[in-house]
């Protein structure tokens, strides 16, 4: 289980953001607090994974959370949850080692997505041993990525994109380009060519599946 600490200085976004990752199997909420101050102070006293940070709090920066957080070698990840849109502030984000970064307002889909793609790099780093070369690197980092939806090819659609993605994140075991089509509503030929976009960027995997007799059919799986 990963143990989610919510900073957020507004108690009604706070409790929605409990809420929503109460909804995401594998997280567990240890806490909510509302400051930059008390989040360092519940870190360093209670067992925290995953930081949901808002930026703009009452004592402190979000940065200057992450810069206190590294300082006192706390093990943990953030997702800065955040109304941020400078420029600035993004690079300066990924310098202090935030993992995701979701920009309010925001919808559970959204949230959703960004913790069962951290729960997977999780998974992937926890295992021993050593990358067998530079493609598991990649793929381990391809986790954290989300479809670029402004640079999607002529004629996709970013709604169509969330609904495949979706749906391949819960089959484990993945599924054929006719079972997505018939999960989403699109047609198989549709399906295929959204699914062959997630493959190609490294967001999925193509597995061939063998049956009784005929050609294997293609599946497709989340990353694992």
Known sequence: MINVLVVEDDPVAADAHRQYVERVAGFTVAGVVHAGNEAVRFCGRHRVDLVLLDFYLPDTHGLAVCQALRAAGTPVDVIA?????????????????????????????????????????????????????????????????????????????????????????????GLSAAAVATSTGVSRVTARRYLEYLADNGLAERRPHYGSVGRPEVRYSPLS
């Open 81 to 173: 949850v955040t109304s941020a849109r400078d420029l600035a502030v993004v690079r300066a984000a990924v310098s202090a080692g935030v993992v995701q970064y979701l920009l309010k307002p925001f919808t559970f889909a959204s949230l959703r997505d960004k913790l069962e793609r951290y729960a997977m790099f999780r998974e992937h780093i926890a295992k021993p041993g050593e990358v067998s070369g530079q493609a598991d690197v990649d793929r381990m980092l391809a986790t954290l990525r989300t479809p670029d939806h402004g640079a999607l090819p002529k004629g996709m659609s970013g709604a169509t994109l969330d609904a495949i993605s979706a749906v391949l994140v819960e089959a484990a075991d």
